[in-house]
């Protein structure tokens, strides 16, 4: 298993970009039009994507979503990011 120093790393990569996308959002529901907001929120949507790839491709799934069924039901496996496996 890869160590937990880059676990915490890639799991605080992926609250920033989850904290951005709500903010954002928040933003953009009251200024739908603010081209800059827009992009800002396409940036912030393929980073978060990024980061939950990387991270699941070295820790496991986030949600259940992000199960490869493949090799079975393997949600249950291992620690779960808020069981404290990353903080």
């Not at 298993?1 to 903010?23: P, S, T, Y």
């Not at 069924?69 to 779960?80: D, F, K, N, R, S």
Request: glycine residues 8%; negative net charge.
């Amino acid at each position: 298993m890869k160590n937990q120093n880059e676990r915490e790393c890639l799991m605080q990569n992926v609250r920033e970009a989850a904290f951005a996308l709500i903010d954002i959002g928040l933003y953009l529901d009251s200024h739908p039009e603010d081209e800059q907001a827009l992009d800002y929120y396409n940036k912030y949507q393929e980073i978060n994507k990024e980061v939950r790839r990387e991270y699941e491709k070295n820790f496991g799934p986030l949600t259940s979503n992000g199960v490869d069924t493949c090799a079975g039901w393997t949600w249950v496996c291992g620690p779960w990011p808020w069981e404290g496996g990353c903080d």
